[in-house]
């Protein structure tokens, strides 16, 4: 995992200010976009059929 760290932070010392910017909206959307993913996956690891209601069981506690 040092070597990686490493790699990114020698990528970062040889990118522009403005590809550094540009760089970082996409890092970070990809950051958002896989902490989204493992949330959604513990939640179906942990999700137990009597969870979730019915579409017909919804209707009726309105």
Known sequence: ???LRQRIHNL????AED???QVWKVV???????YMMK????VK???QPWDT???EQVGSEE
């Not at 970062?12 to 990118?15: F, G, R």
């Open 1 to 3: 995992m040092n070597l």
């Open 12 to 15: 970062i010392e040889q990118l």
């Open 19 to 21: 590809d550094l910017e």
């Open 28 to 34: 970070h959307d990809l950051h958002c976009d896989f």
């Open 39 to 42: 949330a959604i996956q513990q």
């Open 45 to 47: 690891h942990s999700q």
């Open 53 to 55: 209601l019915t579409y």
